[in-house]
């Protein structure tokens, strides 16, 4: 009786790892499905709805965008919220490589401002040449190409009737303390390491801005990109439009393409201070 009922339970223990084995692969063959369709997003047009956390306080920012990712990068966007009606125009390597900026306020002329201007940044975590979806895929290349079998260990995978539901978990989260090297910046920093320059920003207050470090100073930085990442992709396109940002206090950021068209026909006039129906 005894035997018969060790063999039932390695049969069963058996089963158990095989099923987990293939949710394993699954997830695996979803995430490389997803990194693929990024790679293929050449324009794209959208409305981005975003939740980003700075400094404790929760902000949201609506806005419309015309994106040509392929080099060089064009960008045009519309704000719905919180500043309606002000638009960014920006075309990489014109305008000395600044954004053109129609604030739709007072004192109503347009502005040219690097993309890297923290009054351009005000209340968001990313720059205007991290929209769409690049940005993400390159962050995940990366640590898939660093951290190898431990990140495909580190992904989860569940479903609805839309979307694939990917997680990426990684409980070696943690804050480290880096020395800043001659000629660096909070940014370039963040850069190095794929990980986000507000969130180094926030964890040391001693610090007013992104060039605010000095070679030698020590500083605290995230050891990766977040504590976990929870990625909704859509059936059809293969596509994260639903992108949820976890730090060691909970939600960071959340981000959501509405309305995607991906690979449009865009025209040079999609990315004028000419066009008729741009306010610049």
């Known amino acids: 009786m005894f035997k018969t009922i060790s063999i039932s339970l390695l049969i069963l223990s058996g089963t158990f790892l095989g099923a987990n ?3 394993a692969n699954q997830a695996k063959i979803i995430y490389h499905e997803m990194m693929s369709a990024m790679t293929k997003v050449k324009t794209a047009t959208f409305t981005l709805d ?3 956390r700075i400094y404790g306080k929760m902000f ?10 392929s080099k060089p990068m064009k960008l045009y966007l519309k704000s719905v919220k919180p500043n309606a009606g002000a638009e960014v125009l920006y075309i990489e390597g014109s305008n000395d490589n600044k954004a053109l900026i129609n604030p739709n306020s007072f004192p109503f002329i347009n502005i040219s401002l690097s993309p890297d201007n923290s009054l351009l940044r005000k209340h968001h975590h990313y720059t205007i040449r991290q929209m769409g979806f690049a940005h993400a895929h390159s962050i995940m290349r990366y640590y898939e190409s660093t951290e190898k079998e431990r990140f495909y260990g580190n992904l989860k995978l569940t479903s609805d009737a839309n979307f694939y539901i990917l997680e990426i978990d990684n409980d070696e989260f ?3 303390n880096y020395k800043v090297a001659k000629g ?6 963040a850069n190095r390491f794929h990980v986000n320059d507000q969130m180094i920003l926030e964890l040391n207050r001693d610090i007013s801005d992104f060039d605010d470090v000095a070679a030698g ?3 605290t930085i995230p050891n ?3 504590r976990k990442i929870v990625l909704h992709i859509d059936k059809k396109s293969m596509l994260p439009v639903k992108q949820y940002i976890y730090d060691l206090k909970g939600l960071y950021s959340q981000a959501e393409f509405k309305s995607l068209r991906v690979n449009p026909p865009l025209t040079d006039m999609d990315f004028s201070r000419e066009n008729p129906q741009y306010g610049f």
């Open 21 to 23: 084995a293939q949710s």
């Open 50 to 52: 975003v939740h980003e």
């Open 60 to 69: 949201h920012g609506t806005h419309h965008v015309k994106l040509q990712s």
């Open 174 to 176: 943690a804050m480290v």
């Open 184 to 189: 660096e910046n909070v940014t370039t920093i």
């Open 217 to 219: 100073q020590v500083i």
């Open 224 to 226: 990766s990109f977040a």
